[in-house]
């Protein structure tokens, strides 16, 4: 699962659902990741307003939380705040986008588990696939 994908799950048991501690999931320390970073520039620009858009949904202190349970400490405090207006980026707005770009889509968490701060429910991660089914007496 690409590592945007951390953005939008949460615990499905029942009783987690207004519980704020359910997203985000919490990663396990032994998540192996897989990286394929893109270097084509033109690649990258052609994601620039799908990128601008996700930017805009993604809740960032989410997105920081799980990138620190997957050992990476790098990304700023607060969401940058980007040109809407993709034909006047600057450099530096094309660099944030680009890392941006490596690290939601070209990260991808091919095994590990996610668990629940709620219920402590844990979910598996096999082949790059979350299983998000709950076993009968959960659902
Ligand atoms: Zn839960």
């Known amino acids: 699962m690409k590592l945007l994908t951390t953005n939008f799950i949460k615990c499905s048991v029942k009783a987690c659902e207004s519980s704020n501690k359910s997203f985000p999931l919490k990663y396990s320390n032994d998540c192996q990741l897989e990286l394929n970073f893109e270097d084509d520039d033109e690649i990258v ?3 620039y307003e799908f990128l ?6 993604i809740e960032w202190e989410a997105l920081l939380k799980v990138c620190q349970d997957l ?3 790098d990304l700023p405090p607060n969401k940058p705040v980007l040109n809407e207006d993709v034909s006047n980026l600057n450099d530096n707005e094309k660099l944030i986008l680009k ?3 490596n690290l939601l889509v070209n990260t991808e ?4 588990s996610m668990s629940c701060d709620s219920c402590e429910h844990i979910y598996q991660i096999k082949n790059g696939i979350p ?8 659902s």
């Open 52 to 57: 601008i858009g996700i930017l805009d949904k």
């Open 71 to 73: 050992g990476n400490n």
């Open 131 to 138: 299983n998000l089914l709950l076993p009968p007496h959960l």
């Open 45 to 47: 620009q052609s994601s």
């Open 109 to 112: 968490i091919v095994e590990g």
């Open 99 to 101: 890392q941006l770009f």
